[in-house]
């Protein structure tokens, strides 16, 4: 039972450049969420998706960053125009369709560390 | 924002003794997850707690959610090596499906 997938798992960039960073969710799971993690801190939700919708984005720069979860295919979180500051590991998490109501829990996959040189 | 503070923020001690690390929020969450990072590697959840009051365990884990609900703690007995990384609390206020706020961490030093 695989769980949640991210790839690449490192990624460098120069400034200016774009970053594509794609998630598979656990089998089973419909719910995907990114979250952000710079060194010595803790996480930092930026995005809730489920398929074909963004559900809660309050936690996204407004500007170059942008996440999909399309009907066929991973989650994709795609950095536009990268700088210096977006470097940083970026982390998935899934979360299944169905629960017992109230009993819901995230799974991280591994993440993408984003070098932005 | 929500903001968890947790503390302390390193720990070193020596193997087989017992450590505590707490979570206090200034808001209600209903839902406080545990979760353990080693380097280079994404959270691995440890203990999930859903209800005010409860206690669970996992192994040599203990994990409380406070009766407040702005607080849980998770105990860690009889350390050993592989205990070393980082600890993290994250809360949220449903059942989980959404975003969770997270703690800064508590890194953790086991000496053989």
């Known amino acids: 039972n695989a769980g949640v997938m991210q790839n690449p798992r490192h990624l460098v960039r120069r400034r200016g450049q774009e970053a594509r960073l794609r998630c598979s969710p656990m089998?089973?799971?419909?719910?995907v969420y990114w979250y952000r993690q710079l060194p010595e801190e803790g996480l930092k939700f930026m995005v809730y998706?489920?398929?074909?919708?963004?559900?809660?984005e309050s936690g996204m720069p407004k500007e170059r960053f942008s996440a999909e979860f399309p009907k066929e295919g991973p989650s994709i979180l795609r950095i536009q125009q990268v700088v210096r500051g977006d470097s940083a590991a970026y982390f998935c998490?899934?979360?299944?369709?169905?629960?017992?109501?109230?009993?819901?829990?995230?799974?991280f996959g591994p993440g993408t560390r984003l070098t932005v040189l | 924002g929500q903001q968890l503070n947790q503390s302390p923020q390193s720990m070193f001690i020596q193997e087989g003794e017992d450590v505590s690390m707490n979570c206090t929020s200034s808001s209600i969450f209903n839902t406080w997850l545990w979760y353990k990072q080693d380097p280079g590697e994404g959270p691995v959840l440890l203990i999930a707690?859903?209800?005010?009051?409860e206690l669970t365990s996992n192994g040599r884990l203990t994990a409380q959610f406070g009766i407040t609900r702005k607080d849980s703690f998770l105990n860690i007995s009889a350390s050993i090596p592989s205990d070393v990384g980082i600890y993290f609390c994250?809360?949220?206020?449903?059942?989980?499906?959404?975003?969770?706020?997270f703690g800064k961490g508590t890194k953790l030093t086991v000496n053989p």
């Open positions: 998490a899934s979360s299944p369709v169905w629960k017992p109501r109230g009993r819901d829990t995230q799974y």
């Open positions: 707690l859903y209800k005010a009051g």
């Open positions: 089998k089973g799971h419909s719910h």
């Open positions: 998706l489920q398929k074909e919708n963004i559900i809660d």
């Open positions: 994250a809360g949220s206020t449903q059942g989980g499906s959404e975003k969770l706020v």
